[in-house]
Nanobody, 123 residues
Framework: QVRLVESGGGSVQTGGSLRLSCASS????????MAWFRQAPGKEREGVAA???????MYADSVKGRFTISKDNDKNFLYLQMNNLKPEDTGLYYC?????????????????WGQGTQVTVSS
């Protein structure tokens, strides 16, 4: 059982920045893929960014160049630095630990999930 706890969400204006954190109860170095997902009201959950055990990363097209995923294997934390935020980035952001390769890290629902942290971007 992996326990994930997100923090760092909040309300910002367009163009602002936020840094999300996800504390893991297990060693992040041993997790195949860790990812950030988000879900906006009335929309399906979507993968935003993912990172594998080798440090390779993957981003949704909508956030490339603005978001950066990283992890600290010493502290067992996953991060998401979000810059130049837009209203369409608004949603509940979830951290996930997936037993999947990077390229399919957004697929399905198996693995472990946090409870989410709310991000609201106003225009």
């Amino acid at each position: 059982q992996v326990r994930l706890v997100e923090s760092g969400g909040g309300s910002v204006q367009t163009g602002g920045s936020l840094r999300l954190s996800c504390a893991s109860s297990e060693y992040t170095a041993g997790i195949h893929c860790m990812a950030w997902f988000r879900q906006a009201p009335g929309k399906e959950r979507e993968g935003v960014a993912a990172i594998d055990t080798f440090g390779a990363t993957m981003y949704a097209d909508s956030v490339k160049g603005r978001f950066t995923i990283s992890k600290d294997n010493d502290k067992n934390f996953l991060y998401l630095q979000m810059n130049n935020l837009k209203p369409e980035d608004t949603g509940l952001y979830y951290c996930a630990a997936r037993p999947l390769g990077l390229r399919i890290c957004y697929t399905g629902t198996n693995g472990y999930w946090g409870q989410g942290t709310q991000v609201t971007v106003s225009s």
